[in-house]
């Protein structure tokens, strides 16, 4: 138990706690203490010997960073003796460090900055020095071991932080160096470029070409990423209007000085050659023509117009993204209520988390992940379901893996064998499609065994009875029978989950996109109600969130079905709200989701579609029906940054704005809603994104009243009860967790701890039978399909194959068993063709145990690769979010593995990790 002691430091009496450091201490007074091995986001070390101090009563200098403070204890930091220990250190480092790179000018050389402080310009001790090879050959990371002080910040931060342990000490004395691998560069070491190492090191020996480029930048602009539904907080480097570097902020709420490849590195997309610059028309012969934006906007809009008049406003849709901001989803939602007069709006989040909004609602009243990130470090036990956060959410991922390794328990339940896998206490290995099965029969063994809490479940929880005797034919051999998951192994995950306290459910895209997604997530559900880990830190069900405002589009209305934070169309009190405040009548009955869009395009009912963000040609399933929907629309309008898959079918493209050229905000999948800040001006003749739909919004002949994205949030705000305290302002660099009520309320990191937001109360128990798979495997596609994402790519690849993530990763691999492989004479590398009912496509073959015999998997990064060509149309009833988890489909080999193909850094190999 800690407590606070009484020092005193430099003359200063000051009051502390019995567990810092000195150098704790002399931060937080802002007294200066030297450090070279020193990291706030590492443990100490006390290998420099830096920041020696002197201490009353020691016999010698202590190192601050390791010594912990006492009751009376008097400290002086300018010690002669502890100074010369110092000076002396440096002066050896010196001994062996260019002097050029001391002399360069710069942010990035703490050996410099330290010498200065101390004094120290040159060093009296001469002899060897080392002479390696700078070694460039990784993408991003630039390696210079000349001026390495073998401090061990970069192999602490990747055991750490990242938990890759790709780097490590090698040699002994003079000859000691930090090591890659097996003495390899980092792009052939089991390296995932997150750049924590580059982060943190103090000289410049690991660093950026671009940083090293640069003595000067212009300005630092704090934003959040736009990759994955984590929200890191990341640093924009600017000079000269152009982003230079971005590091990831270290006081970020969701990444804590931490990031990823995408997060870190791959932001040259956003300054590509073939960015639009410009309004783009079709010509007669459907070639494109640059544009004003009078021409087009007025084009567009008179277009829409004449369809309206003849067809009525339900002729007409919008599709709106989860990658823009809350305020771009909000105006093109209420664009399409009040200018054009229909429901017709959907989001991305229709294709993969719609499952979790309705799921959520219907067992807890509120469509949120339950917990924040930080609370997977408070947890004893991690149930981590149909996700691959260590590829899909990285920085989460890392979290995960240093839970574990500092003692949590980990359940994981994935028919692929994913790297957390590995060091999972048990590894549910169930078959594509059987996820329900499973989830009842693990609350069957909790039910069965006393592992439930009765006080929770009698006080917080209604329908508890039916589902007891629901759920007592999900024995474990019956499960077992199902889904291929022996029943002793269900039996043991059932009890580390059900015993440990407390403890958390994380769960993906491998629950949701299943023809039984919201009874998945319900599933999920039971199980957090059953053991009453809810309302409470490090527990609760916390759906991974694909997009980085996968959470935000939905919480603003931009659906079929619901005004902001999911309050129904058919309420009249709630449709009265926005009618009065946007002096419009908007219509009762819910519009068409996305799949619906298509269908009614191929029928000829719909005869317009706006498309905001999205590549729905590449991103949605069975993309001959896609297509087919998309060249029967009289109007296509594709609102993007690049020329997309879809857009070959537009009649209008328009040039919006990245994520560094606008403000906003994002929601991540903590609930969190963040600022988003322009760090750059838009290129060419593009505008930023809101811009472009109030412009739209009035040739329709309806006025936003809106200045800019913070005026939109406050209307927003006073729209929305359970958002009634944002403002950007109060957003500020750490964010607020929905529901904020009012301007004084602080957030809500954990939610229901008092009561579920049903009309009871109390959480809802949901009974659900397993169901078989829209698709099973036969005779004619004897496989199973799996899709997923990879590491170093992030959805359709807009962004990624823009940057040097290629060189990382350069194309879709299918996996494939060695079992399966060798029965099929398929090898490493070979070409083969994946084939299922709609069509087939060509890819080369990774073999590799992660997936199980029957299974195969494919990511969706790279057009060449038309995956969505052999999804399904299967979707859960209640949402339409497609099955892409189930596809069945057959593989054969077409080529052998001799042909040159891009290469894979081994970080990034699917097999990586076998």
Known sequence: MKKLVTLRIDGREVVASDRATILDVARREKIHVPTLCYDPKLAAF?????????????????????????????????????????????????????????????????????????????????????????????????????????????????????????????????????????????????????????????????????????????????????YCGVGCSLEVQVRQDQVIAIEPARSGPANEGHTCVKGRFAHQYARAADRLTAPMMRRSDWTWREATWDEALDHVAKEISRIKAAHGPNAVSAISSSRCTNEENYILQKLMRTAIGTNNVDNCS??????????????????????????????????????????????????????????????????????????????????????????????????????????????????????????????????????????????????????????????????????????????????????????KRGAGTNPLRGQNNGQGSSDMGALPTYLTMYRPMSDEVTRRTFEDAWNVKIQPDRGLMIPEMFDAAVAKKLKAMYVFGEDIAQTDPNVHHVEAALRSLELLVVHDIFENVTAKFAHVMLPGSSFLEKTGTFTNAERRMQMVRAAVPVPGEARPDIEILFDLSRRLGYEMPHRDSSDVMDEIARLTPSLRGVTHERLGTQGLQWPVLDKDHPGTPVLFTERFETPSGKARMFPVDWIPPGELASEDFPFI???????????????????????????????????????????????????????????YACVTTRVAEGNLFLSFHFPEVKTNLLTSGHSDPNTRCPEYKVTAVSLRKVGRGDVPRPNIARGFRQDAHD
């Open 46 to 226: 006390g290998a420099c010997r830096v920041c020696m101090v002197g201490v009353k009563g020691a016999r010698g200098p202590v190192a601050a960073c390791t010594t912990p403070v006492r009751e009376g204890m008097e400290i002086d930091t300018q010690d002669p003796r502890a100074l010369a220990v110092a000076r002396g250190v440096v002066e050896l480092v010196l001994s062996d460090y260019p002097e050029a790179a001391l002399a360069r000018d710069g942010n990035r050389n703490e050996l410099r900055d330290v010498a200065r402080h101390l004094g120290v310009t040159t060093s009296r001790y001469v002899g060897e020095r080392h002479a390696y090879a700078k070694d460039d050959r990784h993408p991003y990371i630039k390696v210079d071991m000349n001026e390495c002080i073998v401090c061990g910040r970069c192999v602490r931060a990747c055991d750490e932080i990242q938990g890759t342990f790709a780097l490590a000490y090698a040699g002994r004395g003079f000859a000691t160096r930090i090591v890659a691998g097996v003495e390899s560069s980092f792009a052939d070491s089991a390296c995932v470029s997150c750049g924590a190492c580059v982060e943190t090191c103090p000289t410049g020996a690991l660093d950026e070409e671009a940083f090293r480029a640069r003595e000067t930048i212009d300005r630092t602009v704090t934003t959040t990423c736009a």
């Open 350 to 535: 229709r294709v993969c988390h719609s499952p979790t909004s309705l799921g959520l609602i219907r067992s807890f009243g509120e469509s949120g992940g339950t917990n924040a990130f930080q609370d997977i470090d408070l947890t004893a036990c991690l149930l981590l379901t149909g996700a691959n956060p260590t590829e899909g959410h990285p920085v989460v991922g890392a979290r995960m893996k240093e839970a574990v390794l500092r003692g949590a328990r980990l359940v994981v339940i994935d028919p692929r064998r994913i790297e957390l896998a590995a060091m999972a206490n048990v590894h549910l290995q169930l078959r594509p499609g059987s996820n329900v099965a499973v989830y009842n029969g693990l609350a069957h063994v909790i039910l069965r065994d006393g592992l439930a809490d009765e006080a929770f479940l009698a006080s917080r929880a209604e329908d508890v009875e039916a589902y007891r005797e629901f759920i007592r034919k999900y024995d474990p051999a019956t499960v077992e029978g199902i889904s291929g998951v022996p029943a002793r192994d269900l039996e043991r995950a059932a009890h580390i989950y059900g015993e440990s306290k407390p403890a958390m459910i994380s769960y993906g895209l491998g629950v949701t996109e299943q023809s039984q997604g919201v009874s998945g997530v319900r599933c999920l559900a039971n199980l957090a109600i059953l053991t009453g880990n809810l309302g």
């Open 785 to 843: 399909l799996i899709t997923g994402r990879q590491l170093a790519h992030y959805n359709c690849g807009t962004q990624t194959r823009r940057t040097s993530n290629l060189e990382l990763q350069g194309e879709d691999l299918v996996e494939i068993n060695p079992h399966d492989a060798a029965r099929l004479g398929i090898g490493n590398d070979d070409r083969v063709e994946v084939a299922s009912a709609r069509g087939s496509v060509e890819t």
